[in-house]
Nanobody
């Protein structure tokens, strides 16, 4: 059974930083792409970042490019999202997603496994 567990969310001020983690179990983590999505209240879930099985390449939504960095530690079965220069509009529940493919993908339907989400709230 594949399990993805996010951690690291919380309350942060505008301009601050947070690092999200996602611990994976139940399958060969290093063989698959991973991604981060987010969902704000009243909005659809949207792509944030993705990373291939090897760690390169990576892709980002335009809204987070230059501020967020996705990475992975295949030895520890863990995915990360380093978020800097946070803005009000980054407030959302952030979901870790396990790909059904090995290449980095932005496509929702190419992710077959999801975590429970972690709340990120950016305040003044």
């Amino acid at each position: 059974q594949v399990r993805l567990v996010e951690s690291g969310g919380g309350l942060v001020q505008v301009g601050g930083s947070l690092r999200l983690s996602c611990a994976s179990s139940g399958r060969t983590f290093s063989a698959y792409a991973m991604g981060w999505f987010r969902q704000a209240p009243g909005k659809e879930r949207e792509f944030v970042a993705s990373i291939s099985w090897s760690g390169d390449p990576t892709y980002y939504a335009d809204s987070v490019k230059g501020r967020f960095t996705i990475s992975r530690d295949n030895a520890k079965n863990t995915l990360f999202l380093q978020m800097t220069s946070l803005k009000f509009e980054d407030t959302a529940v952030y979901y870790c997603a396990g790909g059904s493919v090995s290449w980095a993908t932005t496509k929702f339907h190419e992710y077959g496994y999801w975590g429970q989400g972690t709340q990120v709230t950016v305040s003044s």
